[in-house]
């Protein structure tokens, strides 16, 4: 069975403009979840989605957006973006809640 | 609130020696606990969960944890540490079935000595 794949990879982009990061779950999981992982912050959670839901958010700045389609992929947002965005973004997909999330390899998003 | 607490960022073991990693959690209902392992730039591959029913958890790799409800305390332990084992190891809490919020510990990257 296929993991978690998450696109891209890497990424860089320049101060202000905004970026689609892509998150597709292992085939069967209906709830996807987004962290954020800095050298300073550690693992920080920023959204929870189920059945196309979001369930939980964290404390991020509106700047910081995501959606789940039908098919359960998700997608999550920066706009205007900042220095200190630039960090790991690991996505995360679970049968149902409460479940063992299984996490993917992420994507790394460079701010200049 | 919940919260978990990771004693020791770094951790040095020589090779065939017993692994310790310590965590501590803080939660006002009934927690589920995991450790997860991370090597570098790869995503975070789960080692085990607790979820109220036994409370030593045997997970992959040989490692082990129990939950102790009086000590507030899920420590991990594997008996004898493979220089493959050195990675960053995160242990994290969410508050039973209700959430897939996950709150994670600052991490404990342990180091192999051959």
């Known amino acids: 069975k296929a993991g978690v794949t998450q696109t891209p990879r890497y990424l860089i982009k320049t101060r202000g403009q905004q970026v689609t990061l892509s998150c597709s779950p292992i085939?069967?999981?209906?709830?996807v979840s987004w962290y954020q992982q800095t050298p300073g912050q550690g693992l920080q959670f920023l959204f929870e989605y189920f059945s196309e839901t979001q369930k939980n958010k964290g404390n991020f700045p509106g700047r910081f957006s995501g959606r789940q389609f039908s098919n359960s992929r998700s997608e999550m947002n920066v706009s205007t973006l900042e220095l200190g965005d630039s960090a790991l973004y690991l996505c995360?997909?679970?049968?149902?809640?409460?479940?063992?999330?299984?996490f993917g390899p992420g994507t790394r998003l460079t701010v200049t | 609130a919940q919260s978990v607490t990771q004693l020791g960022s770094h951790v040095s073991v020589s090779e065939g020696a017993l692994v310790l990693l310590r965590c501590n959690y803080s939660?006002?209902?009934?927690?589920?606990l995991f450790w997860y392992v991370q090597y570098p730039n790869q995503g975070l591959q789960l080692l085990l969960k607790?979820?109220?029913?036994?409370?030593l958890v045997k997970g992959i790799n040989g490692f082990e944890a129990e939950f102790k409800k009086s000590e507030t305390s899920f420590h991990l332990t594997k008996p004898s540490a493979h220089m493959s084992d050195a990675a960053e190891y995160f242990c994290a809490v969410t508050s039973g079935g209700a959430t897939n919020k996950l709150i994670f510990g600052t991490g404990t990257l342990l180091a192999v000595q051959p």
């Open positions: 607790y979820t109220s029913a036994a409370t």
């Open positions: 995360a997909s679970s049968r149902d809640r409460g479940r063992e999330q299984y």
């Open positions: 939660s006002s209902v009934p927690p589920y």
């Open positions: 085939s069967g999981h209906r709830s």
